[in-house]
């Protein structure tokens, strides 16, 4: 029997509510297959700030550094809770980021995909979705203006001011791209490469790295759009993209982006890997607004266990019967609160009701 270590970070807000949900269907993974979860909880994020001072604690690190596996929920407080933390110890700044750098997962896969059986949970018009969105965005995770030098002050003239560095060397740049070619690889064979090159000097070194790369690819069409203009496009004509490879911050925006095409941020799962190791997380925030009333939508979280299962053991068998699971409560004609709109049809269920009849 195979035996792995699962790390389990249910974060804060709506965290702890749908990691319940995830980890459900890891039991119930577990009863049908010839595998063992040892599943070990820690503190991760604005819970841990508060119970040790520390959002990354010690602790955590161990656990995390002994799993197979990380399944992370969301973390972060509101904007006005967050006031009340220094700015280093917020779970931001101080958890998520230096877990992608302690475990260097340079390449965040990001899921924008809904079935044509689903498209009435889009705000686009069905004529625009056509057979369905199906999209996987590849951002790079661990460099960029979210890791580059940061500077706060008082400059000369007594004007308070900023600066950050967008920074990214070319190995950096080119093992992203390689991810990008291998998965377009195994789609459509179309990658669209998402810069800003007539302004950012990062996007033409960016550009250039992708040239080289490509050669290694002559299956792989490219097609390079800027990020103002794939932002349009994601609304206007999504069924054109298939693999999209960015840079840090454009993922981060254009996922979310992804998120709204869909009808929620919460059918948002994804996947963080790096070269030895790799988390799972739901691509949205921790919702404070929504956060302990069994209202949020687990779907992000139970997709980040279906792409744990492919990716960090082997079993895409089961990933797949977690997807059509899911897709098939919807089909059923239920969804959470964020899905049901008024006069839908919907049947409006819980995160708990979720979690079950995906079980079931
Ligand atoms: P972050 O900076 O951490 O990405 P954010 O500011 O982008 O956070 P989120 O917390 O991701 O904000 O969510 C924005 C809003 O989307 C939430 O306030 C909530 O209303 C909705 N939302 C996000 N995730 C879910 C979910 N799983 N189910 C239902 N609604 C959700
Ligand atoms: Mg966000």
Known sequence: MKNYKIAILAG??????????????????????????????????????????????????????????????????????????????????????????????????????????LAHFSPLKAEIIGEGIDIIIVRELVGGLYFGEKEMGVNKDGLRYVKETLEYDENQIRQILHQAF??????????????KSNVLKSSVLWNEILEEVAVEYPEIEVINILVDAAATLLCLKPTQFDVMVMENMFGDILSDQGGGILGSLGLMPSACIGDDKAYYEPSHGSAPDIAGKNIANPYSMIGSVAMMLENSFDMADEAKNVWAAMQGVFADGFSTADLSKPGSGVNMISTIEFGDKVVE
Do not use: W
Not at 182 to 195: E, F, P, S, T
């Open 182 to 195: 291998k998965l377009a690889g195994h789609r459509k064979k179309v990658l669209h490469n998402i810069h």
């Open 12 to 117: 804060d807000g709506i965290g702890p509510e749908i990691t319940r949900e995830a980890v459900k269907v890891l039991k119930l993974i577990e009863e049908r297959n010839d595998v063992s979860f040892e599943l070990m909880p820690a503190l991760f994020g604005a819970c841990a700030y508060f119970a040790t001072g520390d959002a990354f604690p010690q602790e955590t690190k161990d656990i995390c550094d002994s799993a197979d596996a990380i399944l992370k929920g969301p973390i972060g407080l509101s904007h006005e809770e967050s006031k009340n933390i220094p700015i280093d110890k917020q779970p931001e700044r101080g958890a998520l980021l230096p877990m992608r750098r302690r475990y260097n997962t340079y390449a965040n896969f990001r899921p924008v995909s809904l079935p044509k059986e």
